[in-house]
């Protein structure tokens, strides 16, 4: 992915809960122990994780996030259907970008058919996404973000990681 078809980046909202990170899976996927793997990572870091857990519908995630303002959305899909659930949900999230414009970043095993090609992550970068940490590419850049975002040390626009050159 090259920085032209990065989207327009996220920007530090002033009003944000600067320790909070929403942790969610989306309408389709009702696997948990990936959430709780991210809920713990994001504790050990010294966020406030608030993990809204499995099938969460799209209207629910929507509101959470407007009202709680995080300081970073983290969805997690690993039943194969996050590319398309991905795709619907943060057109809605980008919908009303004057609402509330955190980062969200999107990972698991988004499709069926292994990792995700190119272009796949192209259309969820360009859709609204932050970054994309599919399953089989390093973990080690959403780690860095994590950090960096709990030290205030992050700089947004997100640099767009997981994405093979
Ligand atoms: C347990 C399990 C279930 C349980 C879930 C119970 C529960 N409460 O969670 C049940 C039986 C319900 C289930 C159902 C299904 N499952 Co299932 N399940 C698994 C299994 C065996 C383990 C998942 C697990 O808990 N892993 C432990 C957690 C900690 O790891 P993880 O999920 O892999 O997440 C890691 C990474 O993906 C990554 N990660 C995840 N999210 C994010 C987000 C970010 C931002 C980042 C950086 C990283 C990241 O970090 C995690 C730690 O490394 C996997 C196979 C496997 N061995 O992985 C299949 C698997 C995930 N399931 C699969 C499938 C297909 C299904 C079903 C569709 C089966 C069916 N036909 O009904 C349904 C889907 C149900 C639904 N609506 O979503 C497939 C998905 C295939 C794909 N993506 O192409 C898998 C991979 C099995 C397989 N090899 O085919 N499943």
């Avoid at 590319?83 to 955190?102: C, N, W």
């Avoid at 796949?120 to 932050?130: I, K, S, T, W, Y």
Wanted: aromatic letters at 6%.
């Amino acid at each position: 992915m090259n920085d032209d078809a990065a989207p327009v980046g996220a920007v530090v909202d002033a009003g944000a809960a600067k320790r909070t990170v929403i942790v969610s899976s989306m309408a389709s996927d009702s696997h948990t122990w990936n959430l709780v793997y991210l809920e713990l990572l994001l504790g050990e870091l010294g966020f406030d994780v608030v993990n809204l857990g499995a099938c969460v519908p799209d209207e629910l995630l929507r509101s959470e996030y407007l009202s709680r303002r995080p300081a970073l959305l983290v969805l997690s899909s690993v039943n194969g259907h996050g590319y398309q659930d991905g795709l619907r949900v943060i057109r809605r999230l980008r919908e009303f970008p004057q609402a509330h414009r955190a980062p969200v970043v999107i990972g698991g095993k988004l499709g069926i058919g292994g990792a995700l090609t190119e272009d796949e992550v192209g259309q969820l970068l360009l859709a609204g996404f932050d970054a994309v940490f599919d399953d089989q590419r390093d973990p080690a850049p959403f780690h860095r973000l994590a950090a960096e975002l709990s030290t205030g040390s992050a700089q947004l626009p997100v640099r767009v990681e997981g994405a093979e050159a």
